[in-house]
């Protein structure tokens, strides 16, 4: 993080009352005109934030926070905590990258954890147990592709694959398309 003084538009000093909590000591504006956040308001929330959080074995809190429109850098001395309110100068690039990462890994992710919670039908038995259930589950009834994956949770190539071999043993029969998707019914 790259600092420069000019970005400083406030500073305050939270105090800790061991009944009341913490509380507002002082604070000084510095550029009136900004007001992005009010300090009197979130005194508790920033005490909490920087003192509170997870303070587990390794004593882990955060020194710095960044909204949207601002962000703080805390130090903390006994009880007190200081707060530099400052606005930051071209990190909205920094954040889209940020941002084009994040969903990167987001999207990787969701990959992987769909690939780990899809079964395999490698057992012969347990393909043939599905043909077998299906014909017998739409007796009389019209069910969807999806519900039928879901039901049996197989994937999308699992259950076209046992779908398609039992309507080309003519076991089961598309009855209608609804929207994108195909409905099914014993023969």
Known sequence: MNFSENELFGVALIGFDMIDGPFLKWKKEY????????????????YLAFRGGNRGKDKKTPRAILYDNFYIVAFPKDLELCCLFMKPKG???NIKELNK???RIITEMELDEEEDSQ????????????????PNLLN??????????????LSNSQIWKVMSDLENSKKIKRTRKKGRTILWTAI
Do not use: C, H
Not at 119 to 134: G, Q
């Open 140 to 153: 009389g009834t019209e069910m969807s592709t999806p519900e039928l994956r879901r039901y049996f949770k």
């Open 91 to 93: 990190i909205d690039n």
């Open 101 to 103: 990462i994040a969903v």
């Open 119 to 134: 079964p395999e039908l490698s057992d012969e038995n347990t393909v043939e147990e599905i043909k077998r259930l299906i």
């Open 31 to 46: 550029n009136s005109q900004n007001n992005l956040v009010k300090l009197d308001d979130f005194a508790m929330n920033f």
